[in-house]
């Protein structure tokens, strides 16, 4: 069996993440501006990990350092309809779309956070933040609905939620851990599949949903640290 503790203890630790998107989200220190550059990385985490990076910092320059100040500057507003590539499939039109979701969040709620508990409320599920969440941002790249592994969104709640402070920022602390979903990418999928974590084959929700069960078996309080794990017997594979 493996000794996913000894993994965890040396892989959740930002040496392994200095060119990642989170490491731009790190940059923030208030809980607006994390939330919105958390949002942005998260959308832009496509493709090879160097060049996301450097594309979050494009964006983090974009935004002059101040993410919410931004967003709610409406300066984006110039880039409605712009056919000017932003990134991979996203256009400058797509990052308009995404800024106009988080200016509507802001004009009625203080926090994303705070608008995910009520969305909770209004759609009539307990914690369950990823649904709500889909309800709140609308542009391409951001998935319609939860039939999907939804990856990068799982990521960017296990960003805002987790709370060691160690990679993960944990700002949102009205939402609990234990609710968290395994965000299931390529690597991940491998590993869980070689490790006995995972059976099924398509890479959907309900794999999602297995492999979270088969960590909340391991770490029933905290099972999105596993997902440090699963990299880190996959970055070990790898080199």
Known sequence: MCNWDKFIAEYNDMRYFATDPVAVVRRC???????????????????????????????YDLMSGRPYDYVMSEQWREYKDSDVNFYRMFFYRDFYDLMQSLYNVYQQYDTLEEAIIVRNEELGIRNEYLSALISLLHANGIPCNTKSACKRLCLFLRWMVRRDGIVDLGVWTRLSPVYLLIPLDVHVNRVAREHGLLARTSADMRAVQELTNKCKELYPDDPGIMDFALFGVGYNSER
Do not use: H, P
């Open 29 to 59: 220190t208030t809980q607006c501006d994390i939330e919105v550059m958390g949002v942005v990385c998260s959308w832009l985490a496509l493709g090879n990990r160097n060049q996301i990076f450097k594309k979050c910092c494009m964006a």
